[in-house]
């Protein structure tokens, strides 16, 4: 995982820039360099020779965090994770007011507004990605570890090349899976969450992972969700079902094999929904059967769902665990939408 730094301050050992790259509840992160240490730091320089000279910080605020075991269980998740499609933690400098994280840089932007910028946009481009993407699903749920929170604010590029990397980033919601244990907690994104996550029931699988990677291909091949409604209610009741289709005219040009992947990793049976490496394994995904037809309307749509999106990201927040978790632990409200 790096260098774990239990006292002294980050400062010595990097130089943060004051431009802001993101902000979130308790973090915000920023840019920053590698500084070269004194002759008498020998050891920690060559320690550090495998670290990139720039780097992004999260530094974290301990005082707005409600529960800093929540913290330590995303490090103790991302430092154990080293993939190429996944975002790496170099180390961790813990202090007395902040936990500073240093992680892999990444500038090539979220996965949407890379599709956007494309000259042309085509199904191989969308296998190609889902290939990438399950790959790092493949090594995580190898690992026993469960993402929870996939959307394409999740999905970013490496930097601006042809042939950049796409990396899963962002791991607070991630758990590690033990024999027999059951998640129980009501997380994600709405439009993204799984099923049986709003089932309530306990959920003791990676397929949730791979419902929320049906939705992003879906997203992909047409620029709209699957399931889209203003209300969480009326948005549940369709997750709960499975209600969605593949409307003309988008959806007249895509190939039998993408729809018959978007079915199969949409599946409300966890069990039979498809697994990372089978995602791999598709003939589609290898680009066997995938079309090679321009996509324009797909790069138009999905322009307009950026803007919706990042327009409610910035007038709402993220949406995520408490009010979906509200929701559920509502009787009324829920026996109302299962009885539709």
Request: proline fraction near 4%; charged fraction near 25%.
């Given at each position: 995982?790096g260098?774990?730094?239990?006292?002294?301050?980050?400062?010595k050992?990097?130089?943060i820039?004051?431009e802001?790259?993101?902000?979130?509840?308790?973090?915000?992160?920023?840019?920053a360099?590698?500084k070269?240490?004194?002759e008498?730091?020998?050891?920690?320089?060559?320690?550090?020779?495998?670290?990139?000279?720039?780097?992004a910080?999260?530094?974290?605020?301990?005082?707005?965090v409600?529960?800093?075991?929540d913290?330590?269980?995303?490090?103790?998740?991302?430092?154990?994770l080293?993939?190429?499609?996944?975002?790496?933690?170099y180390?961790i400098?813990?202090?007395?007011k902040k936990?500073?994280?240093?992680m892999?840089l990444?500038?090539?932007?979220?996965?949407f507004?890379?599709?956007?910028?494309?000259?042309?946009?085509?199904?191989?481009d969308?296998?190609?990605?889902?290939a990438?993407?399950?790959?790092g699903?493949?090594?995580?749920?190898?690992?026993?570890?469960?993402?929870?929170?996939?959307?394409?604010?999740?999905?970013?590029?490496?930097?601006?090349?042809?042939?950049?990397?796409?990396?899963?980033?962002?791991?607070?919601?991630?758990?590690?899976?033990?024999k027999?244990?059951m998640?129980?907690?009501a997380?994600g994104?709405?439009?993204?969450?799984?099923?049986?996550?709003?089932?309530?029931k306990?959920?003791?699988?990676?397929?949730?992972?791979m419902?929320?990677?049906?939705?992003?291909?879906y997203?992909?091949?047409?620029g709209?969700?699957?399931?889209?409604?203003?209300?969480?209610?009326?948005?549940?009741?369709?997750?709960?079902?499975?209600?969605?289709?593949f409307?003309?005219p988008w959806?007249?040009?895509?190939?039998?094999?993408?729809?018959?992947?978007v079915?199969?990793l949409?599946?409300?049976d966890?069990?039979?929904?498809r697994?990372?490496?089978?995602?791999?394994?598709?003939d589609?995904?290898?680009?066997?059967?995938?079309s090679?037809i321009?996509?324009?309307?797909?790069?138009?749509?999905?322009?307009?769902?950026?803007?919706?999106?990042?327009?409610k990201?910035?007038?709402?927040?993220?949406i995520?665990?408490?009010?979906?978790?509200?929701?559920l632990?509502?009787?009324?409200?829920?026996?109302a939408?299962?009885?539709?």
């Open positions: 995982m260098l774990f730094k239990k006292s002294g301050g980050i400062n050992f990097w130089e820039h004051p802001v790259l993101g902000t979130g509840n308790f973090a915000v992160v920023k840019k360099s590698k070269q240490l004194k008498k730091d020998k050891d920690a320089n060559e320690n550090r020779q495998s670290m990139p000279d720039v780097v910080v999260k530094i974290i605020d301990k005082s707005k409600e529960d800093m075991n913290i330590s269980r995303e490090i103790e998740i991302m430092g154990g080293k993939h190429p499609n996944i975002i790496a933690l180390e400098f813990d202090e007395t936990m500073n994280l240093v892999e990444v500038t090539g932007g979220e996965l507004d890379k599709i956007v910028s494309l000259g042309s946009y085509t199904e191989k969308a296998a190609q990605v889902m990438q993407f399950c790959s699903l493949s090594y995580m749920h190898a690992k026993k570890i469960v993402h929870r929170d996939l959307k394409p604010e999740n999905l970013l590029y490496q930097d601006n090349s042809a042939d950049a990397n796409l990396k899963i980033a962002d791991f607070g919601l991630a758990r590690t899976l033990s027999g244990d998640m129980k907690t997380c994104t709405p439009g993204y969450v799984a099923p049986e996550i709003l089932q309530n306990g959920y003791d699988s990676s397929a949730v992972d419902w929320s990677a049906g939705v992003i291909l997203i992909m091949l047409c709209f969700p699957p399931f889209y409604e203003e209300e969480l209610p009326a948005l549940f009741d369709q997750i709960l079902k499975a209600r969605y289709d409307p003309s959806w007249d040009e895509i190939s039998e094999g993408a729809k018959g992947l079915r199969q949409l599946s409300l966890p069990k039979k929904r697994t990372a490496d089978q995602v791999l394994a598709d589609w995904v290898c680009s066997k059967c995938a090679d321009n996509l324009a309307g797909v790069q138009g749509g999905l322009r307009k769902y950026n803007a919706t999106r990042k327009m990201k910035v007038a709402q927040g993220i995520a665990k408490n009010r979906i978790a509200k929701l632990n509502d009787p009324e409200r829920m026996a939408i299962a009885a539709n």
